[in-house]
């Protein structure tokens, strides 16, 4: 195993390429993103992501985001499946990390480290994760809340914009994304808060950006969709 660490200097994209190793992302600081295919996982502190060695990826992180990862041979046994999944960044997780992190660690230690590593290491429930649709349908749709999440459109004003059936419009988000159109929305709000906490943005300004009239609503919304309070990420 191997550890990388960096703090970007400014916004940051990777364009899409794989490994021939197994990764662990997380963030010491900050939110990024990475994207397999018209999957798109938000990466925090508290959420890593799995990216299994192979898997054709691309990625986007902010200016200031304290970026970490740990790089495992593809061979090395885990019960994380042969896909990307969210991974809960929990204390012990950390904690193993942090000392395969240190370049004195005797081999014994680490092989012992690493062994206890991938024997914690399990797939997340609280995953932030956005299926992009790929429709002509659909992408204008998602193009306009993830352009703006605070846009108030309903599903029937985008249904009579588009010239379709609310009916319609419905059936195709779940076919594609996998859930109704007011989840993916609240998804992609979510993710875009998310970015905006971990920058500083103190949470009344984040729930009007995103498209809520009241801090109390957001946070009911954003801990429903991540699991976590808004807290967790703010300032990070």
Request: hydrophobic fraction near 45%; charged fraction near 15%.
């Amino acid at each position: 195993m191997a550890c990388y660490a960096e703090v970007l200097a400014h916004d940051t994209t990777w364009e899409e390429h794989s490994h021939p190793f197994h990764e662990l992302l997380w963030n010491g600081r900050g939110a990024s993103s990475a994207v397999v295919g018209t999957r798109v996982w938000t990466i925090t502190p508290a959420v890593g992501l799995w990216m299994p060695a192979g898997t054709l990826h691309a990625a986007s992180a902010f200016a200031g985001t304290w970026l970490r990862a740990c790089f495992i041979g593809s061979g090395s046994s885990t019960s994380m499946s042969g896909v990307p999944a969210a991974v809960e960044m929990t204390p012990l997780l950390q904690l193993l990390l942090e000392r395969l992190c240190e370049a004195d660690l005797p081999a014994r230690s680490r092989q012992t480290t690493e062994a206890m590593l991938l024997d914690v290491l399990t797939p997340s429930p609280r995953e932030l994760i956005v299926h992009a649709p790929t429709s002509a349908l659909l992408t204008p749709i998602a193009d306009a809340v993830r352009e703006d999440p605070a846009d108030p459109r309903t599903l029937g004003d985008w249904a009579a914009e588009l010239g379709v059936s609310a009916r319609t419009v419905s059936r195709a988000f779940i076919a594609e994304t996998g859930t109704s159109f007011a989840r993916w929305v609240t998804t992609v709000r979510a993710q875009h808060a998310v970015g905006l906490l971990t920058r500083g943005w103190n949470v009344e300004a984040v729930a009007q950006k995103v498209g809520y009239t009241s801090a109390n609503a957001f946070g009911v919304a954003f801990r429903r969709t991540t699991g976590f309070t808004p807290g967790t990420f703010r300032g990070q």
